[in-house]
């Protein structure tokens, strides 16, 4: 691309190197090519070759001079395709209206010169602005920080055009909006997954005369997801999509190399953090004193009061990639927790001074609950919460706890997946789960049999369960005959098939009844 | 240029000499009529001859005329007697009486002043000028290119008093009358210091009454609503477009001393035209193409009425024919067509004439 390559104007005109043209008088069709620049001094000049050229008039003319007007008309007699003036405000009346009789456009910026040069490389040195660009991202790209934002705010500053990473279907994972609503089925087909694996860069051409350079972000492990760096372009300028398509290719493989890097220290840490913590709950009344000042490095408090919380995800999610999301779900809600990647999940705490009152507890579960919420838009959780336990076996205690409460929470749809052990009491917590979707059928099968008999076989049998036992009090308390009760037991015995003496079985009974029939006082 | 013979003027010419002035005025030079009908009141039913230089050889002419703002001379009325002030202040100086009276430019106001100082001193009228156009500065006159001293001179104010200004160069004599002028009352008499009527021919415009009253004579025989061939044709000149006054673009240069403008025209056939302007039209561009200059007579007349438009007086809206005249021919031929040429208005333009183009 050596050889000069005409040029839009238009497309020129939206260069970032042009954002201080404007233009003075008769818009520029979209077909109006330059193929070259040519200078002169002043308004007085003369330029041998205006054919087709941007002829730019160094010095700023006076406004209202009349020689602006001798110029407009030299220009267009000699064909050039616009002229660019130093001077960006308004034409004087005569000029724009003579400017619009010959049809020539005419263009004004402060500093001519530099938007003249700049102009000219695009024309003419295609090449040598695909080197300066490439070298310009190069040296940005390394100097820039760690993250991958950070690369990706180098190389926007140089490339000044909107530039995004972008999953393969068209969603915007980062940075600007390059992905419009109409253009995302254009774009879901080229930036395909298998396209990506090519590693090579692809345009996108889009409605109207925008276009999408991409390159692939080359994946660190096999099940990375495609990812491809954007780049958005309001016109095709040959030599700036050449230059940013070289461009791309090396931002995009400092992007990966950064993602990589960022990924095995990420694991290091969580790797370190879940050691840790299987340590702290294996011999939390015995921490050797390594334990401790690890836990101190890690900013861990071991004294004062824990509250214990345990988020359960699917196997499909990878709690170290997505820890920092939580940690900014339970920020946004005013929780600095302490977050270890376990298992399908995390586990995490909040340390208090303390012991915490009661209301203040309360007021925590609701913010992890609303931080759960929060998170719900990408992940799906259960989420259990434990009672408030002191020092490093309180650790221990309110995870196990927050633990169960979890497992409990995963089967309840109704409640958001959500469980404060707290408010039931453990046992209730239990019990309340026997009243899940899954238990009640059981237990309405296991007792079907005592419906439509005579006597309130059920609710016989329950408080007798509820009574230890105990045929007298039963009666007492139903307000029946003692013999009464011993027989109504009986025909339940036969009824049910069952061994009332055998714990098990008087276990599942009682639970069972406990799900179907609530007695009143447990009404809350 | 026809051979000057005399010819005279009476109350009936007024009219038609007065629209002349103006086309010599070019835009400038202060309207005529106010002053006109002073004349006429003069003139009564009696006639003024305008002597050709050569009917008056021997004699000593003195040229005067008005120095100043036009617009403020027709809102401060001269009393009458400036003019003889200032001829008897030159008298005084050189201690010789002038034997006739010549203008110093014929056009607009100024063609119109000599007259009545003819009248008022009671000395025949010699039809030559300084000028032959509107121009805006002493030190363009003819005396000036042909080398002559334009001192002593004596200015008469109307308020009375009288400055005489003796041994000073044309551009002092400029400068010193602006700035008397900016201190006084804003107009002043001029009287010049005599010269021979016998030089006449080599060193002033002569005849230039006589083309205003033939330039206005064929005005008033257009019609209304002719169109721009006829015009051309009747007035002998070139219209260079008619059109809408687009735009007047006023600014001032000379640190804010020249008013100048650039007037916009959009031709009803589609060409812009741009017209260049200080105290008169100077250029016209034609779709960025400079057409014509000064000392050529630019023209705007109103196109309707064929009346010609003042440089101040034009506004946007104003449907004009732009008009191109002959330049005085004594500029041209004297080979000092530079000091009237575009350049002396600070304008990097060659001159572009009608003479010499076809």
Redesign the interface.
Known sequence: MSADAPVPLVALLDHADWQQVKVLASSPAPTLMVGGVSLVADI?GRAADLEGHLLTVLQPPLR?D?HI??????A?AGGASALLIGDSSPL???SS??AA??GLTVLGADDPLTAALAARRLVSEADLHASETVLRVTSMAARSGEGVEDVMKAVGSVLRRPLALVAAGGDTLLGADVVMEEDRETVARTLTAVAARSRVTERVELSGSALLIAHPVPPTTARDATMWLVARLPHDLPAESAALSAALSVAAAVIGQRASLRRLAVERDARARASLLGELLNAPDDLAPTTRRRALEAGWRLDGWHLGIRIDTGPDVDPVAQRPELISALHEEGLEAVVVEQGDGWSAWITSEDEPRGADVEARAGQIRRAQRRLSTTTATAVGVGRCHAGPRGVARTLGEAGEAARLAAGRVASGRFLHVDRLGLGQTLLAWTRTDTFQPAARSLLAPLEDQPGDLLHTLTTYLDEESSVSETAAILGIHRNTVSQRLTRIRSLLAVDLADPSERLALHLACRTIWIPPSDVS | MSLPVSRTLRAADLEALAVGLCLLGSGGAGDPHPFSSVLRSQLGDGELVLHAPTELAGASVVPVGMVGATSVFTEKLPHGGEFGAAVAATGRWTGASPDAVMAIETAGLNGVTALVAALHLGLPYVDADLAGRGLPRLDQLTWVAAQLALTPCALAFPGGHTMVLDRASPTEVERTIRSALAGTGGWAALALAPGPAASLDETACVGTLGRALDLGRAHGSLRMMADAAEVAEVLGGEILGEGRV??V?R?TSDGGLQSES?V?V?DRH???L?I?TENEFL?V?V????RATVPDLICLLDRRTNRPLAVDALRRGDEVFVLVLPAPAWWLASGHVERVSPAAFA??CPPLLLEGRS
């Open positions: 007085r209202d009349w007007d001798v110029l407009i008309q030299t267009a004087s009346q005569p209206l003579l009789r010959v | 687009h735009d673009l600014h650039s916009t959009l589609g060409p812009v741009r260049e250029m561009l779709d960025g193409q400079p304008i990097d």
